[in-house]
Structure formats: structure tokens, C-alpha cells
């Protein structure tokens, strides 16, 4: 790269636009190679703009959506016929399946919440954020055949990781859970 096609790129990506009174001065290549480097930009930027949008898409479907059980508008952060892998090995495949494995949580521990993701990285389809989950474990804990669990009144703060990869409508189409059963089962007073 010569130069001036160096200049011109150092002030693209800076968002100049002292590069127009330096095209005129340039031969056909240079000017070819400065339209690809356009073009470049023009993509990094495109795609930084999207890995924004997920990123806050993500933090909306954690803070507000999940933590305040909003199922009806999970469809925001999450296509119709999504993939979800949970910490035991299952998968669920469609929105509707994915939203009956979450709302057991807020049966037995109905203050769960995430507030926040220290973690949130994305790289253009994909996310990953961690966070905690928190809650208390304050009402009976249902086991089938009309069973329960007694609340222990116990705090739980745990660790997760969250992975989705986003289709070009902007929505997870898979997405993987991860989090350790046996911490959420010794905080909440269930394991040793």
C-alpha cells in the first residue's frame, strides 16, 4: 500500500473525510484499492452496528424480559423455532418449549432475577454474556405427582454463561445455557 492509499485509509477509519481532495490525485488502481478499503469499512462498521444491537438485545432479555417474566415478548430475543442447550445435556427446540423450561424457576424461587453482565462479548452472529442468576428459594419446590420440596429460605447467587448465535432477522436461533446444578443445589440448601 503506498502512501497516500495509507493517509487515506488511516483517515477512513477514523471517520475523516479530508480523503476526497486526495482521490482526485489518484491512478485508476489507487483509486480501485480505496473504493475496497470503502467497502471494508463499510462492512466492520455494519457489523459493529449489529453486534451493538445484540449485545443490548441480550441485556434487555436478561434484566427485563426474563427476570420480570415477560414470556410474550421473549420473541425479541428469540426466533420461533429456536435450539436451546441446557447445563444437563437436553436440548428444546421452539420458542414455546424454551419459555416451559424457564418459568419452573419462578415457581419455587419467584425473585429471580439477573441484573447484570460483566461479561459480553460479541463477534458478528454470536454473543456471549455471563452474569448471575439470584433468587430465593421461598415457596414449595414442585417434584411431580403433586409433591414439593419445602422452601429452605435460602439465597442463591449463581454464576452463568449464555451463547447465542443471531440470524440475519436479528433473533437467537440457537442458543446454549450454562450454569453449575450442583452450586444452585447446595446454595439453596438441597445438596451437601
Known sequence: MNTKI?????????????????????????????????????AIAKTKATETKNLANFDDLDFNVYSGQK??????????????????????????????????????????????????????????????????FSQPMPIGEGKTIPPTGKSFKLGMMTIGHWNKDGVMDEEWLMWDNQSFMKQIGLAQ
Open 6 to 42: 495509507a493517509y487515506i485509509a488511516s483517515a477512513l477509519l477514523l471517520g475523516s473525510i479530508a480523503t476526497q481532495g486526495f482521490a482526485k490525485d489518484l491512478s485508476a488502481s489507487e483509486k480501485a484499492e480505496l473504493a475496497a478499503l470503502k467497502a471494508q469499512v463499510a
Open 71 to 136: 414470556w410474550n415478548e421473549l420473541s425479541k430475543s428469540h426466533a420461533k423455532n429456536i435450539i436451546v442447550h441446557y447445563p444437563d445435556g437436553h436440548t428444546t427446540t421452539g420458542l414455546a418449549d424454551h419459555i416451559e423450561q424457564l418459568k419452573p424457576m419462578f415457581v419455587f424461587a419467584p425473585d429471580t432475577n439477573i441484573t447484570e453482565h460483566p461479561i459480553r462479548i460479541a463477534s458478528g452472529e454470536w454473543t456471549a454474556v455471563s452474569g448471575s442468576v439470584n433468587g430465593t
